[in-house]
């Protein structure tokens, strides 16, 4: 439990997907605008002049980008933090890199069953479910690993 | 000033409060998942069928539950960016850990005056403003500790 | 490819450049604070005693300060976690140092043209775009640097 030394494997896959979490978060803003200019539907004045579109705020497929951008915004940096703490708590390495893949895997699941294809439920329940179940785990790890700094 | 060391009692402090604020952060998901399901109030079409509710996006109880949740993204990513740094900077153990210990009570206190029982002004304000003190604080220590970096 | 070394020109660079992104956030806070006190409209039934204000969700101001604000922790925080993994892959010195400097120019640029100063396209897109681009570099540096992780 010293400093973090990025030639372990669990740190290297905890850099692996974190990055890959940022690249798919970011790809939501991009799924945005693109929904905003396929639907020409924009929220700001000045964005309307591109291509003769016009301000809206409840177009439902702009919204529903929206809602899992959001939902990655309160789920994945909370990963980030997690995570990287969590590696501090000595953990098995096996361990520690399936629940990264795992939870990594059930981000993209999410962001496809809710913003790409929407399906029915439980498929955004499950997808969703899974990856903060496993944030709950690392947390609980985090938080009694060093209760003693209370 | 070299690499984290968590056996370092301050960083042991920041992990475990920061590891508290995401657990916390999760925990507003799952009450806005709960106020949802108990007013049968949902964003989406698909999820109305879970308990025949419906779709509506201005319910009082749920939009409250949802503006203290994003105020927590608003502010805890940059409290673990700016705790974080600020420990880099060579701060006294024990004030950078009642810094720590205070920012996590006030935002503690924060959900609770906000979204699980309302009280009147100026509780929220209190309870935000303290911790957004802490991070300016911490977040001016760390830019002129590397001002030099300009 | 050790650990952080905070005497490293490239991290105190992010530190530095991380820690005025933070402090750039919270402002955005302040700014919303600002807005609603002078137009007298706020989001709580408990805050429109202050200043004899009312409740109201579309005034375009606050909304656009919002908006503003909201595109930061879309960025900002991906901007935290993938500056520092980028400086684990062994970049230039002085490329790093170029990329956060301009990120971090960009992103204020982006707040004064979006909720201080609001200037007709592509001001916005621009101050969006090229921090954005370099958030884009950033990830497929970390992940292709530990894509054996996958």
Known sequence: MAAFRFDDPAVQSYAFYSGVLALKTL????????TRYVKKVFANEEDTKIKNGFVKFDDPDVERVRRAHLNDLENIPAFWLLGGLYLTTGPETTTAIT??????????????????????????????GIPFLIMLYMGVKVVSFYASAL
Chains 1, 2, 3 share one sequence.
């Open 99 to 128: 629940l990264f893949r795992v939870y990594t895997i059930g981000r993209i699941l999410h962001s496809i069953v809710y913003a790409i294809k929407p399906l029915p439920q439980p498929a955004r329940g499950i997808s969703f």
């Open 27 to 34: 790809g939501m803003a991009t799924l945005t605008a693109r």
